[in-house]
Each structure stands twice: as structure tokens, then as C-alpha cells.
């Protein structure tokens, strides 16, 4: 089946520095790819849109300057997180769907990236 | 925003015993989702149904839907410890552009 590849798995990084976030569609092309964020114990809540070619659509409230979305390829997209601060620490989870696949199945995720910022 | 509400938050069964979790939605859908994740993991996809569908199964899961309620149901029969994880319902609207909608899950634990 579809896989998606996201790294890294955790990431520990000071105030101030900037995170990036790899999620790559394994075997099959993702012209589509989402981002979300998850806080312990809560649901998922969509960050963002990414679209291969064409400018990220981030949902109500995301600051765009503070998560960056590039979709440079069919198989990749990457999540930045610029001037981290400790409120940016969560889960960090990318989907995609395998547009050939059956109309049955639903999206894939990546394994998600934890994101500590001290 | 989060339109889908899942019921209980919590639950906690012993093997062999069957879980019923549930999910409302408040927009109209092209199909609803379940998915499991387990602690700090991504989420797996267990099974789709479209609004056209009102049941549907897959190994020991069976599915719901009614779209005059707009409520799912998720139903995993004779448990297992490994089904301990926590499982969402996320709705494709028709007006959402292929994106996605979770509800806020139910954490199913299964003791042995």
C-alpha cells in the first residue's frame, strides 16, 4: 500500500532556531499533501495545505510566516518551523492519499515528528 | 474547526468484550473516516464509507452511517489488548476540498 515517509521522528531544538520537517510519498506521487498539528491528548487540527508547484493554503489562524510549506516535488513536502518558541512544541503529522489507489481507501499518514523546543 | 464530536472520550473494556465508539458531524459529507493511532504514532486508516453507504465492514471492525443523524458508529467485536490505541472519525465534506475533519477521538483501552 501507500506509504509516507515523514522525518525526523523527534526533534529537540532551542528557542529561536528554525525546524524543518521532511514527508515524502514513497510510491506514488502526492500532488496534494497535508499538514496537521496535535496536542497531547487531542485531536488533529489542519495546519495547512500544501500543494506541488503553487503556494501552500494554511488554514484560519496559522501564521504563514511562522510555518513555512514548500511542495517543491510530487514526492515531497516539508514543513519549516521558523524562530521556534516552547509553545510551538506538538506533534507534527503529514497525510497524503495515493490518488491510484481504490476509491475505498483513505489517506496516509507519516509517523509524525515531536517537536520539543527548550 | 473541528465539526465532529466522538462519544465516550474514554472507554475501557476487557478482552473478548466488544467496543462501540461514536462520531456526529454537522456539514453534509462525500464519506467518513476512521482511524487508529497509537500513542504518539501516525494514524492508520481502518475503513471509509460514503454517504450513499449505511453499513460496512472490514475483518472485526463494522461501520455505520446515518446521514439523517449525522452520526457514525465504529464497532470492534471480541477485542483485543493489541486494539488499545486511541480511534478518530474524520469527515470529508462536500465543500471542504478533499480535507479532512477529525473528530476529538475516543481512547479505547483493552485489558487482557
Known amino acids: 500500500g501507500a506509504v509516507v515517509s515523514q522525518h525526523p521522528s523527534r526533534v529537540i531544538c532551542k528557542s529561536g532556531t528554525s525546524v524543518k520537517i521532511e514527508c515524502r510519498s514513497l510510491d506514488f506521487q502526492a500532488t496534494t499533501m497535508f499538514w496537521y498539528r496535535q496536542f497531547p491528548k487531542q485531536s488533529l487540527m489542519l495546519m495547512a495545505t500544501s500543494n506541488e508547484g503553487s503556494k501552500a493554503t494554511y488554514e484560519q489562524g496559522v501564521e504563514k510566516d511562522k510555518f513555512l510549506i514548500n511542495h517543491a516535488s510530487l514526492t515531497l513536502s516539508t514543513l519549516t518551523v521558523t524562530s521556534a518558541h516552547p509553545e510551538d512544541s506538538s506533534f507534527y503529522i503529514c497525510?497524503?492519499?495515493?490518488?491510484?489507489?481504490?476509491?475505498?481507501?483513505?489517506?496516509?499518514f507519516g509517523s509524525g515528528t515531536r517537536l520539543t523546543v527548550v | 474547526s473541528q465539526q465532529g464530536e466522538e462519544d465516550p472520550q474514554a472507554l475501557s473494556i476487557q478482552e473478548g468484550e466488544n467496543a462501540t465508539m461514536n462520531c456526529s458531524y454537522k456539514t453534509s459529507i462525500n464519506n467518513l473516516q476512521w482511524y487508529r493511532q497509537n500513542s504518539g504514532r501516525g494514524l492508520v486508516h481502518l475503513i471509509l464509507?460514503?454517504?450513499?453507504?449505511r453499513e460496512k465492514h472490514s475483518g472485526r471492525l463494522r461501520v455505520t452511517l446515518d446521514t439523517s443523524k449525522k452520526s457514525s458508529s465504529l464497532l470492534i467485536t471480541a477485542s483485543r489488548a493489541a486494539d488499545t490505541a486511541s480511534y478518530f472519525c474524520a469527515t470529508d465534506a462536500e465543500t471542504s476540498g478533499s480535507r479532512l475533519t477529525f473528530g476529538e477521538g475516543t481512547q479505547l483501552t483493552v485489558n487482557p
Open positions: 497525510s497524503a492519499r495515493d490518488q491510484c489507489q481504490s476509491p475505498n481507501y483513505g489517506y496516509t
Open positions: 464509507i460514503r454517504s450513499n453507504e
